[in-house]
């Protein structure tokens, strides 16, 4: 049966910090096959039934066997320029479960499960020639200007934005706590964030982080976070449909406030609120619960070996030195 929030079990007390806090120390991951829309052909259902979860995760165990498969061997060349490809399935997060409350999607408003309506100002912004321009660069159409005309993800710099929606590999989160502050630091390119409790104020207005100034406090037993003053916000999606939420999508007035709620031994509850008045009409609203993992978290090596930048832009400039 479909549940609109998960459920602690039988006798389970929340644990604590030696100081009191609810303690949310651990390694949590929160890869799912729930879409962060709900599917159009959908429509206003919001949770999925028991049989419906089973086939969709049965499906897609079966996708990840077949992406497992031995590849085929390449007898002929590809041609110049061809595309070479990309990660094979041993490099992604093989996601097979849908979350816990059998949702359709990982938005929960608006009611249909959507993103609300683009403003006037940010459909205008989409379609500027600034932003075309900046996708054909990275997408590789136009040749860069150089590496800040490239995605964040693709400078080591910051992968996922806040809120965070599973992506194709690499989510695990380490959440760490003292009495003045809760640290999280998530596995892909070791973005970290840092969450003072202190009651001090946000930072400055004209002062703006990757992560922005994140602010929380306990109400009860849930850790609530505020997080405002963010640069070039975004929000990553594996799979991204007509609303990318990518660079030039969303302003610097976005505001985020989730809630972490640990609700049972293996499940850290969270939920959260977007509102951007320069993008949607209304804020929307998601839950995305995490589970706990015996982890490690793994190095992940970015700048170390990010050759790849360099020969970005070394292509650019000899397409330029022919005129291209």
Excluded: K
């Amino acid at each position: 049966m479909a549940r609109a929030q998960q459920e602690a079990p039988d006798g389970w007390t929340v644990p604590r910090t030696p100081w009191g806090d609810p303690d949310l120390r651990a390694i949590w991951n929160n890869a799912t096959i729930t879409p962060l829309e709900r599917p159009g052909a959908l429509a206003d259902q919001a949770f999925l039934s028991d049989e419906e979860a089973a086939e969709l995760e049965r499906l897609a165990v079966e996708r990840v066997n077949q992406a497992n498969a031995p590849s085929e061997v390449r007898t002929e060349p590809l041609p110049v320029g061809g595309n070479v490809g990309a990660y094979n399935s041993f490099w992604t997060d093989q996601r097979t479960s849908v979350v816990g409350t059998q949702r359709t999607s990982i938005i929960t408003y608006p009611e249909n499960g959507r993103l609300p309506v683009l403003t006037d100002a940010a459909r205008e912004r989409i379609a500027s020639a600034e932003t075309r321009r900046l996708a054909d660069a990275r997408d590789g159409r136009v040749p860069a200007d150089g590496p800040e005309d490239m995605g964040l993800s693709e400078r080591c710099l910051w992968y996922r934005g806040i809120p965070t929606i599973p992506t194709g590999y690499n989510n695990n989160f380490h959440f760490f706590q003292t009495p003045e502050m809760v640290i999280i630091l998530q596995e892909h390119i070791h973005d970290l964030r840092i969450i003072a409790l202190d009651g001090r104020p946000h930072l400055p207005e004209a002062i703006r982080q990757f992560a922005g100034s994140s602010r929380g406090h306990w109400e009860g037993d849930t850790l609530v976070v505020e997080t405002t003053n963010l640069r070039q916000p975004f929000i990553r999606r594996w799979a991204r449909p007509e609303h990318s939420l990518s660079r030039g999508d969303m302003t610097e007035a976005t505001r985020v406030v989730e809630r972490f709620t640990r609700v049972g031994p293996d499940t850290l509850d969270v939920t959260f609120t977007v509102e951007d008045p320069g993008t949607w009409v209304e804020p929307w609203e998601g839950a995305l619960p995490m589970t706990r993992t015996d982890g490690p978290i793994f190095e992940f090596a970015c700048h170390e070996g990010n050759y790849g930048m360099f020969n970005m832009m070394a292509g650019s400039r000899a397409e330029e030195a022919e005129g291209q």
